[in-house]
């Protein structure tokens, strides 16, 4: 047939092809658009370096999590095609299965991408000092030795003023050492207070200041927590028939269980040192070393209301080697000494608040 029209060749052409469209069905047209629309969102996501989806799947690989379980969250969070007729023998229809599986293989080449850019901009491991490590230790043997001595006898109690001491022979390190305890409760003043009060150095030097002649911070180095591990010497005074004596400690603290702890441990260089430029100290005082000692502070809490703490009940733990002191003398002057020492903290926090 002829173009008896007068148009030509090309507008012939587009005026089939748009006649065509308009009789396409609605719905078929209606799901090619969204078809289409679907497969532009899914390129876009792809492209995209930053898309959600690939944050997700970096946090879950800094955070150790595991692949399997990250997979099986990708598949659960998959939109069901409800035009799909055939089911594969896992109970997902044919396209889906398609679907998750290429969505799987993206995921775990991600992944591996992924790890491979963490490896590169993670922090290396912070090495641990060898007081950190110690810390550790003492720590745990402290926390041993208090949980023991609570079920000591009592050499020494003061029913007004609230305080106990516990006394008895324990084996530590390898020699049998004379332990003792001495616990306080102080209504008003909550546990936190009283750690913080002990790693206030200015403040925990008045602690029982009447007592010794002189008190020196020698070296202090930090936690990975921020807690401070300070090693100091400590010179007491002479009291009664004992001779002044002089210790070289280090404080250990933890403040998530409110412990510090103390030891000489790894300080023999230390002292040494010191008293080679000190040498007349060796003259006034005697050596004392602190074998494992430390402060607890638990909470006294509310007996009308057990989530309310209304004070603190503080414990002062002691093991020693006072060299070539007797331990009878030891044994009869120890409890009342550590008695007056613990209600020097009452004293110091009263003035503190």
């Known amino acids: 047939m002829g173009n008896t029209c007068g148009c030509s060749q ?16 609605v719905e078929i047209r209606r799901k090619d658009e969204v078809q289409a629309q679907q497969l532009n969102e899914a390129s876009s996501e792809e492209v995209s370096a930053h898309s959600p989806e690939q944050q997700q799947l970096v946090e879950l690989v800094v955070n150790e999590q595991n692949i399997d379980q990250l997979i099986e969250n990708i598949v659960l969070d998959q939109p069901i095609e409800e035009e799909a007729e055939q089911e594969g023998p896992s109970g997902l229809k044919l396209e889906e299965t398609a679907d998750v599986k290429e ?33 550790e230790t003492l720590q745990r043997e402290f926390k041993e030795q208090l949980e023991g001595i609570m079920q000591a006898h009592v050499v020494h109690e003061d029913k007004k003023k609230a305080i106990k001491v516990h006394s008895r022979k324990t084996h530590l390190y390898g020699g049998e050492h004379l332990q003792f305890l001495v616990g306080i409760e102080h209504i008003g003043v909550t546990p936190q207070q ?32 921020g807690e ?6 400590n010179f007491g005074k002479k009291r009664a028939m004992m001779q002044g004596r002089m210790n070289f400690d280090t404080r250990y603290f933890n403040k998530s269980e409110l412990i510090v702890v103390l030891s000489s441990q790894g300080n023999d260089g230390i002292r040494d040192a010191y008293l080679a430029k000190n040498p007349e100290c060796n003259k006034k005082y005697s ?39 007797p331990k009878w003398i030891i044994e009869k002057f120890a409890p009342k000494g550590m008695s007056e020492y613990i209600e020097s903290f ?7 608040l």
């Not at 007996?303 to 309310?308: F, I, R």
């Open 287 to 325: 050596h004392s070393t602190t074998i494992l000692s430390g402060f607890k502070f638990d909470p006294i809490l509310d007996k009308a209301d057990a989530t309310k703490v209304i004070g603190t009940h503080m414990f002062l733990l002691s093991t020693a080697d006072h060299g070539s002191m």
């Open 346 to 352: 009452v004293e110091v926090m009263k003035k503190r």
């Open 194 to 225: 009283y750690y913080d009060m002990v790693k206030d150095l200015k403040e925990f030097i008045k602690v029982g200041a009447d007592m010794r002649d002189n008190f020196e911070l020698l070296e202090e180095e930090k936690t990975l927590d």
């Open 228 to 233: 401070p591990i300070q090693t100091f010497a």
């Open 103 to 135: 969505i799987v293989e993206i995921a775990a080449v991600m992944i591996e991408e992924v790890k491979e850019e963490v490896k590169e901009v993670a922090p290396a491991p912070v090495a641990k000092t060898q007081r950190q490590i110690q810390q």
């Open 10 to 25: 090309e507008q012939v052409q587009h005026e089939i092809q748009t006649t065509a469209d308009l009789s396409y069905p």
